[in-house]
Structure formats: C-alpha cells, structure tokens
C-alpha cells in the first residue's frame, strides 16, 4: 500500500507565512472603480474611428460616405475632412486649454499635428500625430508624460484614452515608473491607468538608499492612484529586463506603493528553470516584524527562518544584497522605526516609541523569538535576547531553544546519539562596577551538534535563496565536544578607614568551573561532568605598619650660564660672525633631603585552587594547590644624602596535594639593599635563607630535602657591590 507521507515541516512554514492576512489588495484600491474601456468607451471609438480615417484610402472613405449618405466626391483630403465634421470633429488651429475641474492637477497638451474637438461644449479632444500630454500635480514637480500616435481627451469624466505606440513615464521625488503598450486609458483625477498588451518598467528605492530598477509585463496593466497600485494580469516580473535570472510569473500581481508585493497562482523560476509554486504569495515593502527569511542548505535542505522582535532591534538580522530580487521590494527606513502591525513603520507623532522601546534602543538592548524549520533538521523554537541595565554595569544575554528533529535525528551523527527533542542554552550575566566584576557563562547542549545545527540562522530575505543563492553564517562550525561553566570575579573592598595599616586588599580571582564533556553513543545522549573546580581564589593585601619621617627641605644648584670663549675678542669689527659660545659646565644637582625615616610594610598574596576529577559522576581523583606568599619590608634613611638601608623578607608556603602525591614547601628569600650617595657606594644582597620540600607519595614513607641556606650558589642568586663617581671633562679656547 502506497504511504502518504506528512507534509514536511518547512512546507508548513512556508504556507503558515503565505496565509497571512492580504487585505493590502482591497486596502490598496478602496473607493476606486477599475478604469475600463466602458468608462471611455465613447473616447475609445472616437480614437479607433480617428485612426481608421486617417489610414483609410479613397475607396474606403468613399464607401464610408455612401453608407452614412454624406456625398463622396472629392478628393482624398476633402472627404476625410467632410467625415470629420459629419462625426462632429472640429479642427482647432490653436492649443485648447484643458481644465482641471477639481483644480488639483495641472494638464498641458505638449505636441499634436492635427486637433479636432468634438461634442457640444467641446467635451472630447482629438490629439493626431505625435501627441504629447504632461500632467502635474499641484505644488509638486512630479510630471507624468505621456506620448502616442494619437489621443482623445475626455474633460467631463477627465479621461485620456491613448492608442499606437503609447509610452508613460511618471518621475516621483524616490519613484519612477515607465511604460510601453498599444492601448492606455488614463483617469488623470484619480491618478489611474489601464494598458493593454504592454510592460512597465519602474525604479524603488531599496533600504541601502540605492534606486534599483526592475521590470514587468501583463496582459493588462493596471496603475491605481493613492496609495499607488500597479496591478498585472498574466504578470511577469524580474530585475533583467534582457537576461531574466530571477523571475516571478503570476496570474495576477500587485505592486503597491512601499514596495508591497502580491501574487496568485506564481510561478518563481532561476533563469528558465521553475523553482518555486506558491498558490499566493504577500511579502510588503516594509520589513515584518518576524524578518521571514527562507532557501536552500546543502546540509539542512529547504529551511524556514523568522525572528520576531519583541522589544528593541535584533543586530543578527542582515540585509540581503543590494542585488536581490526582494531587496528592491524593501523601502528606504529612517533611523527610528515602529511596529504598525505586521510590520514596521516609521516613527511619528501618531506612532511613537514606547518607553521599552526607548530603553531598548538606547541600552542597545533586544528580545526576539526565533521559529525556523529545517526539511533535514526539523522545527527548532527559540529565543535570543541581551539586556543592558545602568548603563551597561549589568548585562544578562542568553541564546536557546528547544528543537524537533523528527524521525532523522538518528541519522544526524555516528558519533553521538541525537536525542528526539534537542535543546541549546548559552547564557550569559555581567557585572561590571568600579568595586566588583562578575561573569556568569552557563552553556548547556543536548549534543555536540545542536549549536552547529540551529544556531547559524540565516536573517536576511531573499528570494533567490531558493536556488541556492545564500550564505549562511557559519559561526559554529564544528561539534562542541566540551563546554565549561564558569564564575568568575573579582572585588575591590573599600579599606579606607584601616588605611595605612591596610591600604588595599583585592580578591583577585574567585572562580569555579564545571567542564562537560560529551558521551559517545555507546554511552548514551549528552554531556557528563568531568573537571569541577571550585574554587580557584587569588586574594591580596597591602599596607604599613608603621612609618617615621621628618619634614623635607629641598635644595638646589642653580643653572649654569652660557658664557662666550672671550668676551675680548671683538671679531664683527672684521666682517667675522661672533664664536659659538660653549657654557660652562655645571655640576651635579643633588636634591638633599634633610631627613630620616623609617618605616615598616607588608604585601601578602593568597592563591587556592581544588580540582575534582570525575567518571560516571563520581570522583576519581583530587588536586589542591594553596600559596600564601608575602613580603616584609623595611626602609630607613639617615640624611638620605648620606645612607639609605632597604631589607626585605619573602616567605612562602606551596602545598600542592592529590590522591597519590603531595608535596609541601617552604622558603624564606632576603634581600638586602644600601646606598651611600654622597661615596657613590651601594651595596645588594639576595640570598635564600631556608627552603625545604616536603613529599609523601602514596604507600611511601614521607621525604625531607633542603634546610637552612649556606653561602654558597646554590643560596646566593645576588651578591654585589658596587662604586658609581660622575665627573665632568671640558675644553676651553
């Protein structure tokens, strides 16, 4: 028995966005009636009859005559012109006036080799031979011109009914459309037009700010006039008009003002191969606020992809190019946008920001929901969101989602099982203030594959995706094999009421870490823990125990002055340029600090890290490493000019432990500096004066090894002394 199989998730998708609402059609021609030819059907005859007359021969205007008993002696010209005044068609020598009767239209008849006005009151204008009309809206400079072989000009129902080689051009200030047909009716009060058998050729403004032009064709072609509406029976529409790589045909199009688009019945094709029939399709000018996008993945196959905004602007959304089929469809935005709807609009005083969505844009923060589906990764629902508070001091962001792969989940990886729901988190929470930072990073992955597969979306809108034509982001590029959790921060404790005996303390570093790695699939879905540590803490303090000292008096030696070799010597007297002068050379300047002090300070660092080790959720091994290290310092000077003593102590005790092995050391370092400036002597010592380690390993007796330090290499590391004399060496003329 034949299976029917179920309609795929991304088919769901696609129509789910294709049946939304299009009341944009009856929007867009509300309280307008369709321009036809029976609303100027008696200046459709008085055009056909103008042609028929003017391209008849002798013979023919002569059995015209006859029939209508008008007499058919004359010549050629004679009896054309005896039937135009028996059709009431009166040659007028000057250019008549046509009258706007609602005053909201400028109409100006540019060129016509022969005029004829017809009717009682003149109501129709016959324009022959390379006719020429320009309409102007008032207080705008945006003119329609339209050119023909010939025209009639209704002024009762202000209609202009064009035949032969009708060409249209209409420039707006961002807009400009062009057309080429055999027949065009046009009703200049409404704004609306009707070609048969013709083409269009329109230029938009894309939302790069770039005019982009593309081109369509119908069997009739329908202009309405506000909101603007072009309409296409049998339509035809693509971006080439000579080589149609992308191409959309449809038993009926809309284009509306802002780029809306509308099709029934369309067939979407890359070159001369269909590639895409949709029984309708609305996709508008202005950009939906769940930014659809769709094509065609070589892993991921046909995909579905939208992301709702539902507060500030999502920054992973992108353009399409510039040369996409759609991009042309977008209208140029401002910088402030609204959402009106379905979709968005710009700000105004009617539709102004909310106060979210002024926080949001100013704290560059966003919250948006993400729906795609996948023909080989299923449905995945999701969210994305990043959140600035004070001034970005507190940030939390998070990416996740929950996906359904379907009944080809199993056959997604051979290293790692695919569970039926698939989930992805990463989430992230900041705190950044002058006293105290914190990071918070908590990742959590049903499978190594599940950010590679659902996290690089593609945003951007293009309807040529659908033949391959897009590049998908590829931030994840490979499975996540492990993933940590980390805390991590670090303090400034205010000491200022201790100060000096404490003048700063700090927690450099406290951290903890859990590290997941991911089982194969012999050992079933996920991750397991392998690596806790908790924690990781560096801490450190500084201050002054104490601390004598007189008051200072500075002196010194004033600066020397340039003075010239000999000053008896009087060279300008012959013409000769006065000697460089060389000064006299000056001493040292000494600074003297009449004063002795002393003084005694400490600085100590603490480090604590333990690591647990673990399989099967159990621990298998521990490691701990502390260090407490420290410096002692004591500063004397007597007349600092005469000696200055500097000694410092540096303990430290490492403990460094595990289940098998532990070790222990301690140390104590010296280091001895004096100068005596006036003698230009100083003196250094750095010696280690005890160190011994300590080891246990497992099943085995504990071992010593150093002690006390002797004098010898292996205890100095710094033995010197040394004499530094500056003096100075000059040459006088």
Request: hydrophobic fraction near 35%; glycine fraction near 8%.
């Amino acid at each position: 028995m034949k299976k029917h199989r179920p309609i795929h998730a991304v088919h769901r998708a696609i129509i789910l966005m294709l049946i939304l609402p299009v009341v944009l059609l009856s929007a867009a021609t509300d309280g307008q009636e369709p321009v036809g030819l029976d609303d100027g059907s008696a200046a459709v005859r008085y055009v056909l009859l103008s042609a028929e007359l003017d391209s008849a021969n002798l013979l023919e205007l002569q059995s015209r005559a006859r029939f209508l008993g008008v007499s058919d002696v004359g010549t050629l010209e004679e009896l054309r012109d005896r039937l135009y005044a028996y059709y009431d068609l009166v040659p007028s020598v000057e250019v008549p006036l046509v009258q706007d009767r609602n005053g909201v239209q400028t109409v100006e008849i540019v060129s016509a080799d022969r005029i004829y006005l017809q009717g009682s009151g003149a109501r129709y204008i016959l324009l022959d031979g390379n006719t020429a009309l320009s309409f102007t809206p008032e207080g705008t400079q945006d003119t329609t011109d339209i050119a023909a072989q010939r025209m009639v000009i209704d002024l009762e129902t202000e209609l202009v009914t064009a035949l032969g080689s009708v060409s249209f051009q209409s420039i707006g200030t961002t807009d400009t459309d062009r057309l080429e047909g055999e027949i065009v009716t046009i009703r200049w009060k409404e704004g609306s037009l009707l070609l048969s058998e013709g083409g269009t050729g329109m230029t938009r403004e894309n939302s790069e700010g770039d005019a982009v032009e593309f081109y369509a064709t119908g069997s009739e072609v329908y202009f309405s006039g506000e909101p603007r509406t072009i309409a296409f029976s049998d339509g035809f529409i693509t971006t080439n008009r000579e080589q149609a790589y992308f191409s959309i045909a449809a038993s009926s199009m809309y284009v509306v003002d802002g780029g809306d688009l509308f099709v029934t019945n369309a067939r979407m094709s890359l070159g001369r191969v269909p590639m895409l029939w949709v029984p309708f399709l609305y996709y508008p000018g202005k950009t939906f606020v769940f930014n659809p996008s769709f094509g065609f993945d070589s892993e991921r196959g046909f995909f579905f992809s939208s992301s709702t905004e539902l507060y500030g602007r999502y920054p992973k959304i992108e353009r399409a190019e510039e040369s996409s089929f759609t991009a042309l469809l977008t209208g140029s935005s401002g910088d402030s946008q609204v959402r009106d709807g379905w979709v968005y609009s710009d700000a105004t005083t009617e539709r102004a920001l909310s106060d979210r969505e002024k926080w949001a844009l100013e704290s560059s923060s966003y919250l948006s929901l993400l729906v795609d589906a996948y023909q080989q990764r299923g449905v995945f629902l999701g969210f994305d969101t990043t959140n600035n508070f004070s001034g970005k001091q507190y940030v939390l962001s998070a990416f996740g989602g929950i996906a359904f792969p379907g009944d080809l989940g199993s056959t997604l990886s051979s290293v790692y099982e695919i569970p039926p729901v698939r989930y992805a988190f990463d989430g992230k929470f900041l705190i950044d203030t002058q006293a105290v930072d914190v990071s918070l990073t908590v990742p959590m992955y049903s499978d190594p594959r599940a950010m590679r597969d659902y996290a690089n979306r593609l945003t951007s809108f293009s309807l040529g995706a659908f033949g391959g034509d897009v590049t998908i982001p590829t931030t994840y590029r490979s499975d996540i094999a492990t993933y940590d959790w980390v805390l991590t921060s670090t303090a400034t404790i205010p000491v200022k009421i201790l100060q000096p005996y404490i003048e700063s303390l700090r927690i450099e570093r406290l951290s903890s870490k859990i590290t997941w790695k991911a089982q194969t699939s012999a050992d079933g879905p996920g991750y397991t823990v392998t690596h806790l540590t908790l924690p990781d803490f560096i801490a450190s303090a500084t201050g002054t125990l104490f601390k004598f000292t007189q008051e200072a008096r500075t002196r010194q030696n004033p600066e020397p002055v340039s003075e010239p070799l000999d000053p008896a010597i009087q060279l300008e007297e012959y013409g000769i340029e006065q000697p460089y002068t060389i000064p006299i050379p000056a001493a040292r300047t000494i600074q003297r600090i009449d004063a002795s002090s002393i003084g005694l300070g400490y600085t100590v660092r603490q480090t604590f890290t333990e690591i647990q080790q673990l399989a099967d959720s159990v621990t298998t091994d521990t490691s701990r490493y502390a260090r407490t290290a420290g410096t002692i310092t004591l500063q004397a000077a007597l007349a600092p000019s005469i000696v200055r003593f500097t000694q410092k102590i540096d303990p430290m005790l490492t403990i460094n432990e595990s289940d098998t092995l532990a070790t222990r050391q301690v140390s104590f370092t010296s280091t001895t500096d004096a100068s005596f400036p006036l003698l230009g002597i100083s003196y250094g010592l750095t010696t280690r004066l005890y160190n011994q380690t300590t080891t246990k390993k497992e099943f085995q007796p504990e071992t010593e090894i150093g002690g006390w330090g002797d004098w010898s290499a292996d205890s100095v590391s710094r033995h010197q002394l040394a004499w530094q004399q500056s003096y100075y060496k000059g040459r006088y003329v």
